[in-house]
């Protein structure tokens, strides 16, 4: 990934700008802080298909995994296969926040935001990738979708952790509440289905917390 | 024969990969392998043997996640768990092994965690995780304990420790490195070997990750530093996804083939890891089984190393900062007092920034617990600065323990001729690793002459020698004296430095500055002073890298003596350069006020120095910093500043104020600092940003803000509430599964220190979900707390 391919816009967005241009000062930070967080991370994703099953509001995953889900149930709609995926910027993205918090606020907190689109693109371009394998066989990805969206409960993470085998392969770890370690991490549910529907759910319209500030939406720039 | 022993005798076989076998053999999905031990003994014992009888020395107990951290809520301890796997690894080897020995070892794979402060296991727990482990192998009757797949260093050494302070066994230790030499938490092939050769293990190397083609450069970069046996234990290849499943494609004979080339330079320990069966082991025992074992022939580097890398001295000269140390410097002994380590990274940042290689940390004080705070310092430091660190203290007790949680092979300041002092450095040198610096004093003082300073570092490193401490791990301090009480010390002390590095080979090491003690300019004599040390042969300078004079002396011998390559340092630190004096432009005519506003830093502080010259420091708090920062805050409510430019602000208003505390400690003068407020991030929690943020504007309005950290236990905040009798307390949460834990604190304090009150924040947290949980205040942003703070405490 280079600089470019990281949407400025989302970090403009996280920090709560909503529909303003930050200043050049601002700007040229972010940039700044892309860049040191693409040279110093070392990123990591690991992912395994698993047969699944849709009982109402329960999924079965790989017959043994039990989500209790409404909004995960209704995402994977139709699809008897998942894919369980993990990515992280690693430890040095917590280093670098660190080390920021305590010598300069500011680009600590643009830092952060900055590091939250930049997992998200690599998501996305992972995501990409696994649509075009499966294009072969004739098969479709729905959105990602995260423990902690709607009510698919954070308790979950530890099957990810689990399943994955996540730290040994990618350093990815689970506190004991639940709270990925490396932060800058994300796990999520990947429907696979034999029909190409779209589905407009994604994580941040997905949440029930409609007067937040980093929302995303058409008013956004 | 004992396993140490047949590993000087012929190369020697791991066993393969366990996990495919036990899926062939019906091991569910979700299902832990650790209870067929227990379970389906037989699966075990048959899997054992069918690599021991493919020419397997050693198996590996199927105990690879059997810690308390891993294991809970099972109907079997630990104990009985790795009781059992180590006898099916036993029948195992009685039933295979006729005429030879087959070695049992107990598997310690990772906790699944990651260490504090990324993480939230801390290094006790994990120590005692592996301490279990170890305990119940040993009892059991393993032959050796084998940690495999560490993909952290510090962990790893928290494995180490447990397994060599708990039993008589030997370890072996194997790291998984990514196709960069990298373990996935940062460290490289050089840090791993310096750490795990000084903590004393019998054998180590790679295992998991890469397959055998990947694992040849990696195992030639161990051997040309490593001076004890290497193990390589490869994947079958790189793992291929194939819908969605982890498959392996490297055959047994182009496995065995591939290790041969390992094996023949010089590797001596070969086994297989994931995706390698019975077939593979075969396949490479039959290929390797009558090479000859290339000698192991000693490294003599001195290398001392952080985390991440290692800094070999010896080549070039070495810069260790000086300046993390209280000695003469008021408002760093103000920082220790107050726990400001904020101000003391700053310090190290600073002297990273300049050029140092190694920094020097002493945090003496005579008020103060002085292990705590090296600790709690270096813990600080090793979080953000990548840095090797030079752990400088007289306190024995202080030492250990810093060594101990020491992350990375540290340089050890210091041991001195008196044998008092080698009987209690030693033996923790020869403990955990480390470059120890002698000191050539003794019971009779420092000599003054270069002979007799000669004979003292000649029985420092005899005596280290005597507890198996090689002459490469000591660097000899031949101690620079002022000139202004004789004029001949430089001369003798540079005569002591040539003698002790020609004569006893030995790297040597100054503390420079003393050298112009109670001379005017002392940057005059100290700078020249360094330029002649180093061409005397001194190889790592303690210098103050602050000093431009210093640094010139470090780049313009570096450039004449052709260490510097077409002189390139040189002209990066220089080129460009109009003369050496550098002219910063600083918007000179800006005011304190407006460079607040506008978030420059640098000319905040200058401004302030400015006006701090005409007026007192508090009229110009009151009447150019509050106002500003109140602006500020004022265009942050009304959405028309964001937060980047608020904190921007605080950072100026900051310098600003550091500029007003050195001028009040100047005049003897105390600040008077408001009421004291709590901020923590609650138990469970790890992200504390959020509060760091509120910390920092909380901190420009003069509170004096007591900062738990994040992950604190309610407990401990109730406790420091009462103990300092603090009125405000902040507390923050990111998950909704910490937010029990604030809800536990908010009625323990409530409880017990009903008089306070208690201000939260936190992404997940709305005016509802605070009340809900008893909060007296919902902050619904960064200026929040500080308005809050204002209305209860004024």
């Known amino acids: 990934m280079n600089v470019k391919d990281i949407p400025q816009k989302e970090v403009f967005r996280y920090l709560g700008y909503h529909n303003t241009i930050p200043s050049e000062t601002i700007q040229s930070v972010v940039i700044d802080c892309i860049s040191e967080l693409l040279n110093h991370c070392s990123i990591h994703h690991t992912y395994k298909i698993f047969d699944c099953t849709i009982q109402h509001t329960k999924i079965i995953i790989d017959n043994h995994v039990i989500i209790e889900s409404k909004n995960l149930s209704k995402n994977l709609n139709e699809c008897n296969q998942v894919i369980l995926f993990a990515a992280t910027l690693g430890v040095q993205a917590d280093i670098l926040l660190k080390k920021y918090s305590h010598i300069d606020m500011s680009k600590a907190v643009i830092m952060q935001a900055a590091a939250a689109a930049v997992i998200e693109e690599y998501c996305d371009q992972c995501q990409m990738e696994i649509e075009k394998t499966l294009a072969k066989q004739k098969l479709f990805l729905r959105p990602r979708f995260s423990p902690g969206y709607g009510d698919f409960d954070l308790i979950h993470q530890k099957d990810f952790i689990t399943l994955l085998d996540c730290p040994r392969k990618i350093g990815l770890t689970l506190t004991n509440s639940f709270l990925l370690a490396p932060s800058k991490s994300v796990t999520a549910v990947m429907g696979i289905s034999k029909t190409n529907k779209h589905c407009h759910i994604k994580g941040c319209e997905a949440c029930t917390k409609t007067n937040c500030i980093f929302r995303r939406g058409d008013d956004a720039i | 024969m004992s396993i140490l022993e047949l590993l000087g005798s012929r190369i020697v076989f791991f066993d393969g990969g366990t996990g495919t076998l036990l899926q062939q053999k019906g091991l569910q999905a979700g299902e832990l392998p650790e209870i067929?031990?227990?379970?389906?003994?037989?699966?075990?014992?048959?899997?054992?043997?069918?690599?021991?009888?493919?020419?397997?020395?050693?198996?590996?107990?199927?105990?690879?996640?059997?810690?308390?951290?891993?294991?809970h809520d099972i109907d079997y301890s630990i104990e009985q768990i790795i009781t059992a796997a180590v006898e099916n690894a036993k029948i195992a080897a009685k039933n295979a092994c006729i005429n030879r020995k087959g070695y049992v070892a107990l598997d310690i794979g990772p906790s699944g965690k990651l260490l504090q402060p990324l993480g939230d296991l801390s290094f006790e727990n994990a120590y005692a995780a592996f301490q279990e482990m170890a305990i119940a192998g040993e009892k059991a009757g393993a032959d050796l304990i084998v940690i495999e797949t560490m993909s952290d260093i510090y962990e790893t050494k928290a494995a180490v420790l447990a397994a060599k302070e708990n039993t008589n066994l030997p370890v072996f230790v194997t790291v998984v490195f990514d196709e960069k030499g990298k373990l996935l938490t940062g460290s490289d092939v050089n840090t791993v070997v310096a750490v795990l050769e000084g903590l004393g293990v019998d054998a180590l190397g790679i295992n998991c990750g890469l397959g055998p083609h990947q694992m040849l450069s990696l195992a030639e970069q161990i051997l040309e530093n490593c001076s004890i046996p290497v193990i390589i234990k490869p994947n079958a290849g790189l793992p291929r996804n194939e819908n969605g499943k982890t498959v392996f494609d490297v055959s047994p004979e182009e496995f065995a083939q591939a290790m041969e080339k390992i094996v023949d330079k010089g590797i001596c320990i070969v086994g297989g890891c994931c995706g390698t069966t019975p077939a593979h082991i075969k396949a490479l025992y039959e290929h390797c089984k009558n090479k000859t074992l290339l000698p192991i022939i000693p490294k003599n580097k001195t290398i001392v190393s952080s985390y991440t890398h290692t800094v070999e001295i010896g080549n070039s000269p070495i810069i260790i900062g000086e300046r993390i140390n209280p000695t003469g410097k008021s408002r760093f002994k103000q920082a220790l007092r107050e726990k400001d380590f904020d101000y003391i990274l700053r310090e190290g940042f600073s002297q990273q920034q300049k050029g140092a290689h190694i920094l020097d940390v002493n945090v003496g004080l005579p008020d103060?617990?002085?292990?705590?705070?090296?600790?709690?310092?270096?813990?600080e430091l090793q979080s953000v600065i990548d840095l090797p660190l030079q752990i400088d203290t007289s306190n024995v007790l202080a030492m250990e323990q810093a060594l101990r949680y020491y992350n990375g092979k540290a340089m050890i300041n210091s041991v001195n001729g008196k044998k008092e002092s080698m009987d209690a450095i030693f033996p923790i040198v020869k403990k955990y690793g480390g470059v120890v610096v002698g000191l050539t004093l003794d019971e009779n003082g420092i000599p003054e002459t270069a002979e007799k300073r000669f004979d003292i570092a000649q029985k420092i490193i005899n005596t280290a020698q005597s507890y198996g401490i090689s002459k490469k791990d000591i660097i000899i301090d031949v101690l620079a004296m002022t000139i202004s009480s004789d004029q001949f010390s430089a001369l003798e002390t540079l005569k002591a430095l040539?003698?002790?590095?020609?004569?006893?080979?030995?790297?040597?090491i100054l503390g420079v500055s003393n050298i112009s003690f109670g001379l005017p300019q002392r940057e005059i004599i100290t700078s020249h002073f360094y330029t002649m040390a180093m061409q005397y042969g001194l190889d790592a300078g303690i210098i103050n890298t602050n000093s431009d004079a210093m640094m010139h002396s470090y780049y313009a011998y570096r450039a004449l003596t052709g260490l510097d390559n077409n002189c390139m340092n040189y002209i990066e630190q220089y080129g460009g350069q109009s003369s050496i004096t550098l002219t910063t432009h600083l918007h000179t005519d800006i005011s304190l006020s407006d460079a607040i506003i506008k978030g420059l830093k640098e000319r905040a502080k200058q401004a302030a120095e400015e006006q701090l010259q005409q007026i007192e420091p508090l009229t110009l708090?009151?009447?150019?910093?509050?106002?500003?920062?109140?602006?500020?805050?004022?265009?942050?409510?009304?959405?028309?500043?964001?937060?980047?430019?608020?904190?921007?602000?605080?950072?100026?208003?900051?310098?600003?104020?550091?500029?007003?505390?050195?001028?009040?400690?100047?005049?003897?003068?105390?600040?008077?600092?408001?009421?004291?407020?709590?901020?923590a991030t609650v138990k469970g929690d790890i992200h504390d940003i959020g509060k760091n943020i509120v910390k920092v504007l909380l901190e420009n309005y003069s509170y004096d803000v007591v900062d738990l950290g994040k992950d604190v236990p309610p407990e401990t905040i109730v406790e420091t509430a009462i103990s300092q009798n603090i009125k405000l307390i902040g507390l923050s949460a990111l998950m909704t599964t910490t937010v029990t834990n604030m809800e536990e604190t908010i009625k323990q304090l409530h409880d017990k220190k009903p008089d306070c009150k208690i201000v939260v924040g936190g992404a997940v947290l709305t005016q509802e979900y605070a009340d809900m949980i008893g909060a007296d205040y919902y902050a619904k942003d960064a200026m929040a707390t500080v308005y809050y703070a204002q209305k209860i405490l004024g």
């Open chain 2, 36 to 71: 067929w031990n227990i379970e389906k003994k037989q699966a075990l014992i048959e899997i054992h043997q069918n690599y021991f009888e493919s020419g397997s020395d050693i198996v590996l107990t199927n105990t690879f996640g059997a810690n308390r951290i891993k294991l």
């Open chain 2, 368 to 379: 103060i617990d002085e292990t705590q705070m090296l600790i709690s310092v270096m813990k």
């Open chain 2, 498 to 508: 040539h003698m002790v590095k020609q004569q006893l080979g030995v790297k040597t």
């Open chain 2, 621 to 679: 708090i009151n009447t150019e910093l509050i106002p500003a920062l109140d602006h500020v805050g004022k265009g942050f409510e009304k959405g028309s500043i964001f937060l980047p430019q608020l904190l921007m602000s605080a950072e100026a208003a900051k310098a600003a104020f550091e500029a007003v505390k050195i001028k009040m400690g100047k005049s003897g003068e105390i600040q008077t600092k408001k009421d004291k407020i709590i901020l």
